[in-house]
């Protein structure tokens, strides 16, 4: 199956610092990737939809300029959570999909577990 | 935004037993697909299930679709204790493009051995 990769797994960060995560098609090709966010036993909640080369597409409630958001290649989307507080402590997931435009399977990454002091 | 509830929300059994969970979703869909979450990690794949589909099994696993009642059932049998984990459906809407998965809430599975 498909790889997607993410990094760094676990990061620790001061309040009001930024912090950036990377997600990583290893062996396809992704024009869209989607980035998640879990709260301690909730399920994802979709926060943008990452699309290559252009502006990403952020959902109603998400703040676009917190939540930076760059997808400057076919295999490599970054999400940085600019000024983090406490309350952006989460697990944020992204996925990508191999085939554009299609509706089928999403492969995830590992996760980020965030933890701002 | 959520598009369902799985039900139940929390599920506990013994090694050997059948695990059934249900799902229902608001909107028309393309498909439904489960996931499996361990604790703190990804989500891995299960099974995709068309809406033109009723049933598919792949393994110890058996999903159902009923699109007239919005509602979709994951069964696993003879779990074990590595089955222990949280299970989501998600869906795709009928709209064509990219569109993402929508989550619903997930029903945490504790397998005793």
């Known amino acids: 199956g498909a790889v997607v990769s993410q990094h760094p797994s676990r990061v620790i960060c001061k309040s009001g610092t930024s912090v950036k995560i990377e997600c990583r098609s290893l062996?396809?090709?992704?024009?869209?990737m989607f980035w998640y966010r879990q709260f301690p036993k909730q399920s994802l909640m979709l926060m943008a939809t990452?699309?290559?080369?252009?502006?990403?597409?952020?959902e109603q409630g998400v703040e676009k300029d917190k939540f930076l958001i760059n997808h400057a290649s076919l295999t490599l989307s970054t999400l940085t959570v600019t000024s983090a507080h406490p309350e952006d402590s989460s697990f944020y997931i992204c996925?990508?999909?191999?085939?554009?435009?299609?509706?089928?399977?999403?492969?995830f990454g590992e996760g980020s577990r965030l933890t701002v002091l | 935004s959520q598009q369902g509830e799985e039900d139940p929300q929390a599920l506990s059994i013994q090694e050997g037993e059948n695990a059934t969970m249900n799902c229902s979703y608001k909107?028309?869909?393309?498909?439904l697909q489960w996931y499996r979450q361990n604790s703190g990690r990804g989500l891995v794949h299960l099974i995709l299930?068309?809406?033109?589909?009723r049933e598919k099994h792949s393994g110890r696993l058996r999903v159902t679709l009923d699109t007239s009642k919005k509602s979709s059932s994951l069964l696993i049998t003879a779990s074990r204790a590595a089955d222990t984990a949280s299970y989501f459906c998600?869906?795709?809407?009928?709209?064509?493009?990219?569109?993402?998965?929508?989550f619903g809430k997930g029903t945490r599975l504790s397998v005793i051995a």
């Open positions: 998600a869906t795709v809407s009928r709209n064509s493009g990219n569109t993402p998965l929508v």
């Open positions: 062996d396809f090709q992704a024009t869209t």
């Open positions: 909107t028309s869909i393309n498909n």
């Open positions: 299930i068309r809406s033109n589909e």
């Open positions: 996925s990508a999909r191999k085939l554009a435009g299609g509706v089928g399977e999403l492969f």
């Open positions: 990452s699309n290559e080369g252009s502006k990403a597409t952020y």
